[in-house]
């Protein structure tokens, strides 16, 4: 089992930065495949990035890239999303996501997740 504790969310108006953390518990962090998902409200969940195992490869949604920053520290079974030039249409819940051990593809289905953080961006 797994278990996903997200943090750093907040409120921060348009333009502004946030950088938001995942630890996980349990065995094998450094061969999940991790992500970070979003649900605005009366919307689905869609998915925000995704990283590696070792982090050398990364996916992100076309509405972040070059904004947004996925990474993580196998040390301290850590995942982060950097999240810069913030703008009102991010205003979600963040869930953080990982995968089975050894699963490869960044997109996909994903088996655990986090309770969500919420990330209020005002114009």
């Known amino acids: 089992q797994v278990q996903l504790v997200e943090s750093g969310g907040g409120s921060v108006q348009a333009g502004g930065s946030l950088r938001l953390s995942c630890e996980a518990s349990g065995q094998y962090f450094g061969s999940r495949v991790m992500a970070w998902f979003r649900q605005a409200p009366g919307k689905e969940r869609e998915f925000v990035a995704a990283i590696g195992w070792t982090g050398g490869n990364t996916d992100y949604v076309d509405s972040v890239k070059g904004r947004f920053t996925i990474s993580r520290d196998n040390a301290r079974n850590t995942v982060y999303l950097q999240m810069n030039s913030l703008k009102p249409e991010d205003t979600a819940v963040y869930f953080c996501?990982?995968?089975?051990?050894?699963?490869?593809?960044?997109?996909?289905?994903?088996?655990?997740w986090g309770q969500g953080t919420q990330v209020t961006v005002s114009s």
């Open positions: 996501a990982a995968k089975q051990p050894s699963w490869r593809t960044l997109r996909g289905e994903y088996t655990y």
